[in-house]
């Protein structure tokens, strides 16, 4: 026993002096980083006031006459494909969005109607019926409005969707709990 453990110190002993040399001789291949070379800008963070972002182009369709972009991935929240003029601020008691997007209307003037995990309260689990949940009122929390602009970075990512109809709806509450098993 007391042998085994000689051989197990020796072994620790001898890995650990590998590893400081290796790190040692890592050093010596890597330069330091300076602010201005981390991530894609490529001005210093404290210089706010002379950045300029790049915003693109948004819609200036009217509802119902844009071209919507699909959903990056499944359940993902669908952008807003429409001019916002007059439409803003969205706050709990002045929300445009619910005159076209709840769901009795949706349908009939062709907007995307909210689905069913917006009337559904996560929290206690409490089906809310035709009630928004409260939480829900800030749309532009998930949904931004669609703009064209050049990727700053290539973007490779490309979603999958389960079904034809995930493409351009959501069943998040159906797959909420997918694959959880309760006790």
């Given at each position: 026993?007391m ?23 890592d ?13 894609i800008?490529?001005?210093s963070v ?6 300029e ?20 991935f ?6 807003i ?91 998040l ?11």
């Amino acid at each position: 026993m007391m042998n085994t453990m000689k051989m197990t110190a020796a072994a620790l002993a001898a890995l650990l002096v590998l590893w400081s040399g290796a790190a040692v001789a890592d050093e010596k291949h890597h330069k330091e980083v300076d602010e201005e070379e981390l991530g894609i800008r490529k001005e210093s963070v404290f210089e706010e006031g002379e950045v300029e972002p790049e915003h693109g182009e948004y819609s200036h369709s009217e509802p119902g006459k844009s071209q919507k972009l699909g959903r990056a991935f499944e359940n993902s929240p669908p952008l807003i494909p429409h001019d916002l003029t007059g439409m803003l601020p969205i706050a709990e008691t002045n929300n445009s969005c619910l005159n076209c997007h709840m769901p009795a209307g949706a349908v009939s003037i062709g907007a995307t109607p909210m689905p069913k995990s917006h009337f559904f309260d996560i929290e206690t689990g409490k089906d809310l019926g035709d009630k928004l949940d409260g939480k829900r009122y800030f749309c532009m929390e998930c949904h931004v409005p669609q703009v064209d602009i050049p990727e700053a970075i290539k973007n490779e990512f490309k979603g999958e969707f389960r079904t034809k109809k995930s493409r351009t709806r959501s069943d998040l509450i159906d797959k909420l709990n997918e694959g959880v098993k309760a006790e």
